[in-house]
């Protein structure tokens, strides 16, 4: 048996959340593109509101600096060791909500 953990992107996670869905492909990457972008920034949030006050002015240095996304990437590998970790919870209340709401959904269907 292989006991080796399969790594994916946040892009494959995402679009695999969507992928019974029906949209065309134009939608659904633009729809991947926001969500992926909402889930970035909370878990952003999330790891600065953790950080010490130093690592949050560092951040705040770097975003009047305009910086680049390979940038902003460096600095979250060289200043935030639980990133994933964050990103990951993200991922799961994202999941999370999207159970409530098609239950919602369902629920207003039925009444």
Excluded: H, W
Excluded at 65 to 79: A, L, M, R, S, V
Aim: aromatic residues 8%; proline residues 2%; glycine residues 2%.
């Amino acid at each position: 048996m292989n006991n080796e953990t399969q790594q994916y992107t946040l892009e494959e996670i995402i679009t695999d959340f969507y992928s019974d869905v029906d949209m065309s492909d134009a939608e659904r990457s633009l729809v991947v593109g926001e969500v992926i972008g909402m889930i970035t920034e909370s878990a952003i949030l999330r790891s600065l509101e953790q950080s010490d006050e130093s690592v949050q002015n560092a951040f705040t240095t770097l975003m009047e600096q305009e910086p680049t996304e390979e940038t902003i990437d460096n600095f979250i590998q060289n200043n935030i060791p639980n990133f994933e970790k964050i990103v990951f919870e993200e991922i799961m209340t994202f999941k999370e909500i999207g159970k409530e709401a098609e239950a919602e959904a369902e629920k207003e269907n039925t009444n």
